[in-house]
């Protein structure tokens, strides 16, 4: 079990997505909102001042530096398991091989909380035992 929370850090062009996701957030106890960005550019710049345990990233992001990318960038801290989502499931693949952990359609919002939690499980064992976990 978790003693912290898990902290969280959530990239997406949509505003809306994360707004709801902010929202959706702040009902869960184990969970808290550290930094939300627009896109990869600025994910970066917030992970490395907020520290996340997990980043929950939209794979198809509008700058240069794409979720793709981002997701290698990411997944390279022990300390920041990476959960990839997108409502294009086609990109499923392309994601793990990046480095996620986990991906997860949008529009399922328990199965979105779930791979949260349990990415942070994995990379909280992955960042201890110095080994990449099995999906």
């Given amino acids: 079990m978790?003693?912290?929370?898990?902290?969280l850090l959530v990239v997406d062009d949509d505003a809306r997505v994360r707004a709801a996701i902010?929202?959706?957030i702040m009902m869960e106890a184990d969970l808290v909102l550290v930094a939300a960005a627009r896109d990869a550019t600025s994910a970066l710049a917030m992970a490395a001042a907020s520290?996340?345990?997990v980043a929950l990233l939209d794979v198809l992001l509008p700058?240069?530096?794409s979720g793709l990318n981002l997701i290698r960038?990411?997944?390279r801290n022990p300390g920041c398991a990476v959960v990839a989502m997108s409502v294009r499931g086609a990109?499923?693949?392309?994601a793990l091989a990046a480095g996620a952990?986990?991906?997860?359609?949008k529009d399922d919002?328990?199965?979105?909380l779930m791979q949260v939690r349990n990415a942070a499980v994995r990379g909280h064992l992955r960042h201890y035992a110095g080994v990449p976990p099995v999906i």
Wanted: charged share 35%.
């Fill in 2 to 7: 978790r003693d912290r929370p898990i902290r």
């Fill in 22 to 24: 902010g929202r959706t």
């Fill in 51 to 53: 520290d996340p345990s």
């Fill in 63 to 65: 700058d240069e530096a």
């Fill in 73 to 75: 960038h990411l997944a």
């Fill in 91 to 94: 990109v499923r693949t392309s």
């Fill in 101 to 105: 952990l986990a991906f997860v359609e």
């Fill in 109 to 112: 919002v328990d199965a979105l």
